[in-house]
């Protein structure tokens, strides 16, 4: 299925509270491939799901595509991907009409936590205010963008 994806990112310093750790779902993405005129593509297993998308686009609107693909697929492309991974747990935390998703990463990128916030339109983007306990805004800095978090690293914070 394809969509327009718009969505705005922010650092956090800490994780919300109260978390609803029962509603937080474990992530593995992989990257097998980014061309020059921004398309990316990834495989993911999110909780049991295990998916393949396709991103076109930078910022703050891109077109997505994802399809399910089942275990033996997942791992057939995950062997692609060995320079281009990351780990991270997605939190889920309502706030008035947003569900706000905190990716709390793992590994190597720990201790870094980025909340993401889905829009159905650009203006709704643009008249949407972030809660105090967010942090600078980074949806347009490719320094973290999860193709670059898996293939150079956390940039300085």
Aim: charged share 25%; proline share 7%; hydrophobic share 40%.
């Amino acid at each position: 299925m394809t969509a327009l994806e718009i969505e705005r990112k922010f650092l956090l310093a800490e994780l919300p509270t109260p978390l609803n750790l029962d509603d937080s779902v474990p992530i593995q993405q992989g990257y097998i491939a980014l061309t020059p005129d921004s398309r990316e593509v990834r495989v993911r297993r999110k909780g049991e799901g295990c998916y393949l998308t396709v991103k076109v686009g930078r910022g703050l609107t891109r077109q997505e595509t994802e399809i399910d693909i089942d275990e033996a697929q997942f791992a057939a492309l995950w062997a692609t991907t060995a320079d281009a991974r990351l780990d991270k747990i997605r939190h889920h935390y309502p706030w008035g009409e947003h569900l706000i998703e905190v990716d709390q990463y793992q590994g190597s990128l720990a201790p870094l936590l980025v909340a993401e916030v889905e829009f159905e339109s650009e203006q709704a983007s643009r008249d949407f205010r972030p809660p105090p306990w967010f942090g600078e805004e980074i949806t347009d800095d490719l320094r973290f963008s999860n193709y670059n978090l898996a293939t150079v690293g956390l940039p300085p914070l």
